[in-house]
T-cell receptor
Framework: GEQVEQRPPHLSVREGDSAIIICTYTDSATAYFSWYKQEAGAGLQLLMSVLSNVDRKEEQGLTVLLNKKDKRLSLNLTAAHPGDSAVYFCAVIPTGGYKVVFGSGTRLLVSP | GGIITQTPKFLIGQEGQKLTLKCQQNFNHDTMYWYRQDSGKGLRLIYYSITENDLQKGDLSEGYDASREKKSSFSLTVTSAQKNEMAVFLC??????????FGSGTRLLVI
């Protein structure tokens, strides 16, 4: 089945810097990719989703890149601020599947 | 907009006890999920259900039962709580065209 690896597990940046989180996956038939944010004591909040026919998507300071050749998905926070401090998860959904596979999470700390 | 509600928010149980966690959604989503999240770790799928009365085992179903008697609700039972167990249980729902919506979690502590 689908395997997803997410890195780095921990990331610390200063306010205004970029933060990049990467997931690699194994199933080339994967249809749908998402990024979620989990703040302390809360559930997961959807940030952005892309279909497999999309290479790049930008929304509100976030950029998602999909490299299907290398089976790599990335999330770039272009100018991080302390409110972005949270755990981020990628999620990969295979074509026709119900079982979403999540990455292991990246704990991001943005310091002033 | 809809909402997905998990109850209780906090659950303290005793070793060997049977404990039930509940999840309700009003999105009319077909599929519902239970995940377990251990401190500092990712999500592991316990059970999911693609429609009312359907149950599918995830990777971590041993030690758990689930029930989907109505489309809007999905409950999870810890069949015998393990001493010192501490985890967050997250419920989620989606339909085929939508992203996941997560509840805010039930925090379990077994003493």
């Amino acid at each position: 089945g689908e395997q997803v690896e997410q890195r780095p597990p921990h990331l610390s940046v200063r306010e205004g810097d970029s933060a990049i989180i990467i997931c690699t996956y194994t199933d080339s038939a994967t249809a749908y990719f998402s990024w979620y944010k989990q703040e302390a004591g809360a559930g997961l909040q959807l940030l952005m989703s892309v279909l497999s026919n999309v290479d790049r998507k930008e929304e509100q300071g976030l950029t998602v890149l999909l490299n299907k050749k290398d089976k790599r998905l990335s999330l770039n926070l272009t100018a991080a601020h302390p409110g972005d401090s949270a755990v981020y998860f990628c999620a990969v959904i295979p074509t026709g599947g119900y079982k979403v596979v999540f990455g292991s999470g990246t704990r991001l700390l943005v310091s002033p | 907009g809809g909402i997905i509600t998990q109850t209780p928010k906090f659950l303290i149980g005793q070793e060997g006890q049977k404990l039930t966690l509940k999840c309700q959604q009003n999105f009319n989503h077909d599929t519902m999920y239970w995940y377990r999240q251990d401190s500092g770790k990712g999500l592991r799928l316990i059970y999911y259900s693609i429609t009312e009365n359907d149950l599918q085992k995830g990777d971590l179903s041993e030690g758990y039962d689930a029930s989907r008697e109505k489309k809007s609700s999905f409950s999870l039972t810890v069949t015998s709580a393990q001493k010192n167990e501490m985890a967050v249980f997250l419920c989620a729902s989606r339909d085929r065209a939508s992203d996941y919506t997560f509840g805010s979690g039930t925090r379990l502590l077994v003493i």
